[in-house]
């Protein structure tokens, strides 16, 4: 891996500015992604339009697919190895942002609405309940990037490193706040935010399925990275804390 002190300050900056670009698309991607779950944002179809129920089954399938796939790959040690032969290491967690960002925005803006209802919870007091249950769903999995290190999970701290010439070194695991009690609270908010809505129609029930697969699968490789990483002090770990559903009762010791 190059040392990035040896690198000229022009390209230091260059690589800066990208992991900031980056992060202002992909963060902003996120957002709209909340909104839409919210119903702030409505499914339109986009240039498509709305379509019949078969079209717009293949083409949402689609687009979760495509969703998971660059999700799922560009998470994984042999792809990252690869693609820092190709892309400055700082920038490795930026560009995964960013292309997190780009394949969200066709997701939301292609996505066809299946207006079928399943349940609708029309009384306000009702309604609004669930609605704030949903962003505190949200919120949890916001505030959970920074019980780790929300600058490193989104590649600012990664480029900073780099701006300043020093070696690209990731942040120590650190078990605080909701991690004490959840190994995967990123996942866990994202599960509520996607599945508790006042109403629930035919394509948001298909949304909510596809990323519950893509949480289940990510959970299950993330877990074997960080046992390979970390080895017996994670074992220790994953023994004490609950995946996705919170463990607030400590096993008995024997």
Same mark, same amino acid.
């Given at each position: =891996?190059?040392?990035?002190?040896?690198?000229?300050?022009?390209?230091?900056?260059a690589?800066?500015?990208?992991g900031?670009?980056?992060?202002? +698309?992909?963060?902003?991607?996120?957002?709209?992604?909340?909104?839409? =779950?919210?119903?702030?944002?409505?499914?339109?179809?986009?240039?498509?339009?709305?379509?019949?129920? %078969?079209?717009?089954?293949?083409l949402d399938?689609?687009?979760?697919?495509?969703?998971?796939l %660059?999700h799922?790959? =560009?998470?994984?040690?042999?792809?990252? #190895?690869?693609?820092?032969?190709?892309?400055?290491?700082?920038?490795?967690?930026?560009?995964?942002?960013?292309?997190?960002?780009?394949?969200?925005?066709?997701?939301?803006?292609?996505?066809?609405?299946?207006?079928?209802?399943?349940?609708? +919870?029309?009384?306000?007091?009702?309604?609004?309940?669930?609605?704030?249950?949903?962003?505190?769903?949200?919120?949890?999995?916001?505030?959970?990037?920074?019980?780790?290190?929300?600058? #490193?999970?989104?590649?600012?701290?990664?480029?900073?490193?780099?701006?300043r010439?020093?070696? +690209?070194?990731?942040?120590?695991?650190?078990?605080?706040?909701?991690?004490?009690?959840?190994?995967?609270?990123?996942?866990?908010?994202?599960?509520i935010?996607?599945?508790?809505?006042?109403? =629930?129609?035919?394509?948001?029930?298909?949304?909510?399925?596809?990323?519950?697969?893509?949480?289940?699968?990510?959970?299950?490789? #993330?877990?074997?990275?960080?046992?390979?990483?970390?080895?017996?002090?994670?074992?220790?770990?994953?023994?004490?804390?609950?995946?996705l559903?919170?463990?607030?009762?400590?096993?008995?010791?024997?």
């Amino acid at each position: =891996m190059i040392n990035p002190a040896t690198r000229s300050l022009p390209y230091r900056l260059a690589v800066f500015g990208y992991g900031v670009l980056a992060y202002f +698309i992909g963060v902003a991607a996120f957002l709209a992604l909340i909104a839409t =779950m919210l119903g702030l944002m409505p499914f339109t179809g986009g240039p498509i339009g709305p379509l019949d129920i %078969q079209p717009a089954l293949a083409l949402d399938v689609l687009l979760l697919v495509l969703f998971g796939l %660059q999700h799922s790959l =560009m998470a994984r040690a042999s792809f990252k #190895e690869r693609w820092t032969r190709l892309i400055p290491a700082a920038a490795e967690r930026s560009t995964y942002l960013l292309a997190t960002g780009l394949v969200t925005v066709p997701l939301l803006w292609l996505w066809s609405p299946m207006p079928a209802t399943l349940w609708s +919870i029309d009384a306000p007091l009702p309604r609004m309940c669930v609605t704030g249950l949903a962003l505190l769903g949200w919120a949890y999995l916001m505030v959970a990037t920074f019980a780790i290190n929300h600058f #490193e999970l989104f590649g600012l701290r990664q480029v900073y490193q780099a701006l300043r010439g020093r070696p +690209i070194t990731p942040a120590a695991f650190r078990e605080r706040w909701m991690y004490r009690f959840d190994r995967h609270p990123i996942m866990t908010g994202v599960l509520i935010g996607v599945w508790v809505t006042p109403t =629930m129609t035919m394509d948001h029930l298909l949304f909510a399925t596809g990323m519950t697969v893509y949480v289940w699968i990510g959970v299950y490789f #993330e877990e074997r990275s960080l046992q390979r990483e970390l080895g017996p002090a994670y074992d220790d770990y994953r023994s004490r804390v609950g995946s996705l559903v919170p463990s607030f009762v400590k096993p008995s010791v024997r």
